[in-house]
């Protein structure tokens, strides 16, 4: 019983927080923010879990590569919202990539690299733009985006993690 109400207790926690990720209506620390912003969606999490998990699936240069263009076009992204830019169907490309990305990496298939980076990259100028826009008033923009890279590569880790680890057990199919 008592596991159970720790359980409750923590899961209520984590919804408390989930449901203020997108408020951008406090003024707190930019980091703590940014860092929180990715975790703090399924959207956000699933895709950038899955950007980790098909660069293990492909492996070699694709370790770092897929990950770094996530990253970088992420950041590209942030900076064309904090410049006060539109970007059109943010929240379905936000929803597609969590599709897209999800089904590339559960395959297990490989597939080329380059078609890989370029499908992280397309993505992660949407995750980067959602990011911006709703940072909180007041935060610092430098110490946000650090944290929602920090975030960011966080996930990727566990997905690298898990999809290393997994690949131990199951290993992907080349195609011939």
Do not use: C, K
């Amino acid at each position: 019983m008592t596991r159970r109400i720790a359980a409750a207790s923590f899961i209520l926690a984590v919804m408390a927080g989930t449901a203020q990720a997108h408020t951008g209506h406090d003024v707190a620390s930019g980091f703590t923010h940014g860092f929180a912003h990715p975790f703090g969606g399924y959207d956000h999490l699933l895709a950038m879990f899955a950007v980790g998990l098909l660069a293990a699936n492909l492996g070699g240069r694709a370790l770092w590569m897929v990950p770094a263009a996530f990253v970088s076009m992420m950041v590209a992204g942030g900076l064309w919202g904090l410049a006060g830019f539109g970007l059109p169907y943010v929240e379905a490309a936000i929803l597609l990539s969590v599709g897209v990305l999800g089904f590339a990496a559960l395959i297990r298939r490989s597939i080329p690299l380059v078609v890989a980076t370029a499908l992280a990259g397309a993505f992660a100028v949407f995750h980067g733009y959602a990011h911006t826009v709703e940072m909180p008033i007041g935060a610092s923009a430098l110490d946000y985006a650090l944290g929602f890279i920090a975030g960011t590569v966080i996930l990727h880790g566990a997905g690298l993690g898990a999809g290393l680890a997994l690949n131990r057990v199951m290993p992907v199919r080349r195609s011939a």
